[in-house]
């Protein structure tokens, strides 16, 4: 018989991901009556540009929950994020997702049109982008997606460029 070695760690290491999973696709945030959502935030422990993102956020205004977790492939295949659209860290907000360092006004447009979709992506980790923003980086043009159910995808907010 296999002894487990019960440890916050081990908790974590093992729960975490699929408390993640479950959040995601049951929708979360507060109440569509609510003024300002949380945001989930799903992050590796090792990545520095997801606290520039996560700062991004809260100097915009939303108040943001994070999870460190190892596994955030099971977290996006779980939200039904495709493979092409993945980036360092995975959000959500009132039932949507949010795969990237997809900007704070992007995200405002979201919950106030309200589209029938699941969420919304930025593929990689374009400069110029919350996150990966600074003064000795050059900024790129670069476009946030809106991720159908089906799970194809269209352009739903351009910046720079």
């Known amino acids: 018989m296999l002894a487990l070695r019960f440890s916050r760690r081990n908790l974590l290491r093992t729960a975490a991901p699929a408390a993640g999973a479950a959040l995601l696709t049951a929708g979360l945030g507060l109440p569509a009556h609510a003024a300002e959502p949380a945001i989930e935030v799903w992050r590796s422990p090792t990545c520095s540009c997801c606290h520039s993102w996560i700062a991004h956020l809260e100097k915009a205004g939303f108040t943001v929950r ?9 977290i996006r295949h779980s939200a039904g994020i495709p493979d092409d659209f993945a980036s360092c860290h995975t959000g959500a907000v009132a039932g ?6 997809i900007p704070a006004v992007a995200i405002r447009k979201l919950l106030a049109e309200r589209p029938p979709i699941r969420g919304l992506a930025l593929p990689g980790m374009p400069m110029g982008s919350p996150g990966m923003d600074g003064p000795d980086m050059p ?6 997606l809106a991720l159908a159910k089906d799970g194809s995808s269209t352009a739903f907010m351009a910046f720079g460029g």
């Open 66 to 74: 994070v999870h460190e977790v190892e596994d955030l492939e099971h």
């Open 139 to 144: 900024a790129e043009p670069f476009t946030v």
């Open 96 to 101: 949507y997702v949010l795969e990237g360092h």
